[in-house]
């Protein structure tokens, strides 16, 4: 099993930027593809964004441009850089490792002026 703990939502104006990071423990030999999710007020949780141990990544349409995934796997750790962030981009975000099927706690990103 895989620990995930994410951190760096909070409240940023329309435009700004946002650093989320996910620090993973546990079983991390199993930690290969990393993903971050979005779940806004009544809706399904989406897939954002996904990179592989090999750094391949993806990305949805709408953050596409914009968001950008990267990882340290010396440090365990995946970061989701937000850039241009609109209202739209409100949720609460989780990390998310494939192969546990392992989910964080999640961490709110509110957009507001």
């Known amino acids: 099993q895989v620990q995930l703990v994410e951190s760096g939502g909070g409240l940023v104006q329309p435009g700004g930027s946002l650093r989320l990071s996910c620090e993973a423990s546990g079983s991390i030999f199993s930690v290969y593809r990393m993903g971050w999710y979005r779940q806004a007020p009544g809706k399904q949780r989406e897939l954002v964004a996904t990179?592989?141990?090999?750094?391949?990544?993806t990305y949805s349409d709408s953050v596409k441009g914009r968001f950008t995934i990267s990882r340290d796997n010396a440090q365990n750790t995946v970061y989701l850089q937000m850039n241009s962030l609109k209202p739209e981009d409100t949720a609460v975000y989780y990390c998310?490792?494939?192969?546990?099927?392992?989910w964080g706690q999640g961490t709110q990103v509110t957009v507001s002026s």
């Open positions: 990179i592989l141990s090999n750094g391949i990544t």
């Open positions: 998310h490792e494939g192969l546990s099927q392992s």
